[in-house]
Structure formats: C-alpha cells, structure tokens
C-alpha cells in the first residue's frame, strides 16, 4: 500500500472500534484489555525486532532524533506555559496544558503509523524519537514533584521497567552482540508484533469520547492546534537545520506530528492535574490527527 492507503486503513480500523461501541458490540472498558495486549506484547515485540535487525552503525543520526524530539518538546511545553501564565489560568491547568502539548504519542499511536507508512526500515528512527518522549516523560515526572511534591520513584519505576524500553535495551544488547535467535523466536515475535497496528486502531477507536470534549474546547482546541500544527512545522525546521534527510527526516516529522500522548494520563493523575482537561487534549487531537497526519504525509 502506498501512505494514502495505508492512513485510510489506521481511519477505518479506528472507526471500526468506534462503530463497535456505539453498537455495543465492545464496550470502553474493553479498550483496557487491548491496551495491555498491545502495552506488554505486540509493541515490545515489535520493538525488539526492530532494533535487534537494524543497522545501527549510524548510531550519531539516531542521536540526533532523539535530541531534535527532545527539542520540540521543550519548545511545545515553552509556548503553552507562556500562553497559560498571560490567560492568568490556574497552577493545576497551567501544568495541564504543558504536559500535553510537550507530550505526544510517539509510541502507542507512532509505532503503527510509522510501520504502515514507511515499513520496518523506518521504526528504528520511530524508536529513537520515542526514547526522547519517555526522556520527556521523566523529566516532567521530577519537575512536577518540585512543583507538587509526590514519589519520584513511582514515575521512575513506570518508565525504567516500561516494556518498550525493556524491549529497546534486549533489541540492541541482541543486536550489537550479535546473539543468535534462530527461526522459531523471530517468527513468533513477527506474529505477535502483526497484532499491534489493528488493536491499537481499535482501541483508539473504543476509547474516543467526544462529549468530554465539548466543556473543555477552547483548552483542547489550543492544545491541538499545538501537537498537530505547532510542532511538526518546528521538527521541520530543527531537522532541516540539523541535516537529517531521507528516512529519518520523514519519520522525525511524522513522530512530531503525533497526538498527545497517553502518558499525560499517568502524570495527571499521579499529581492531581486536571484530569479531564487532559483526558479531552487527548481525544480531541487523537481524532484530528486522522486528518492531520494525513496531509503531513502526503506533504513529505
């Protein structure tokens, strides 16, 4: 399938799921359940085969992804406090808005378009673009515990032992040692890794609750407008001054281009930040993102 298709495919597969809750067929809660398939299973299955088949001799370029997602987000996180601080908001929405707009779905929503778009060659670049988001994440872990007070520890814990990056650390260590995995381990973490693009859709799909969106717009629609507008435009800039190309220059905007990510929702609730504020950031960029990454891809 060529781009156009394969994001009329991520559409589809996520208006199945929502059609799926409106009929009853699934409920919301269901979505958990696939959550933790795809959370514990098929994206760390993915990832490991990612990294332990990837050429990591340009290991310098990888850098640079990372540190340009590291870039953004800051940039991102800048901006919507500044926004927040002259709207005279409260410390609670203020912090609401800057985890959201710094923090995107790189992983949970990245991984399946990156791989239906640009196939397994470009989930090395997706990889090292989420390891900046999971940098971002921590960082906002310790910054909000000067701000709030809380247990650093639990955020720590919740990303150190993250599959993701137990799959990222075993991928390279099997990777740069060169240990042999024979046939049977590889094919079955290809079947495993085949479930992560329909279930992550449907989930999406499931998880979609436009009502609480309404109540909370005008924060949202900000927030929006920052993931999905904002900061692909200044992983342009950062890639283009910074000499990525090719490849990794595409995944890096598309990467850039992603929602707010899910994660928002850890922080939120571990440091009493408006939870549904951010639950509507959430949802509402989700589901214009299936127009925005659209013309990001076919822009590229």
Not at 235 to 250: C, E, F, P, R, V
Not at 270 to 291: E, G, I, P, R
Request: proline residues 3%; charged residues 10%.
């Amino acid at each position: 399938m060529n781009s156009y298709e394969t994001i009329i495919a991520i559409v589809v597969l996520i208006l199945i799921g929502y059609i799926c809750r409106r009929l009853e067929f699934l409920r919301p809660e269901d979505a958990k359940t696939l959550n933790k398939i795809v959370v514990y299973i098929a994206i760390p299955s993915l990832i490991f085969l990612a990294m332990s088949r990837a050429d990591l001799s340009g290991i310098t370029t990888l850098g640079t992804i990372t540190l340009i997602c590291l870039m953004v987000g800051l940039v991102c996180g800048v901006i919507a406090y500044i926004f927040a601080h002259l709207m005279n908001y409260s410390k609670k929405t203020k912090w609401t808005l800057v985890t959201t707009s710094a923090m995107l779905n790189s992983g949970f929503m990245g991984y399946p378009v990156v791989l239906g778009v640009f196939g397994g060659a470009g989930m090395v670049s997706a990889v090292f673009y989420d390891i900046g988001s999971v940098i971002i994440f921590i960082s906002f872990g310790l910054l909000l515990i000067l701000v709030y007070g809380g247990k650093f520890q639990d955020i720590l814990r919740e990303s150190v032992f993250f599959p993701s990056i137990i799959a990222i650390t075993l991928g390279i260590l099997a990777n740069l040692l060169n240990i042999p995995l024979g046939n049977i381990v590889p094919n079955i973490l290809d079947y495993l890794s085949g479930a992560a693009i329909p279930l992550i859709m449907l989930s999406l799909g499931l998880s979609l609750e436009f009502k609480e969106v309404k109540e909370r717009f005008n924060l949202a629609s900000f927030v929006t407008v920052i993931r999905l507008v904002i900061s692909p435009l200044i992983a342009i800039a950062l890639a283009t001054i910074l000499g990525l190309s090719g490849l990794n220059y595409s995944v890096t905007v598309v990467q850039a281009g992603m929602p707010s990510g899910m994660l928002t929702m850890v922080l939120a609730i571990a440091y009493n930040l408006d939870v549904k504020v951010t639950a509507a950031c959430v949802f509402l960029s989700t589901a214009l993102s299936m127009v925005s990454l659209t013309m990001l891809i076919l822009l590229l």
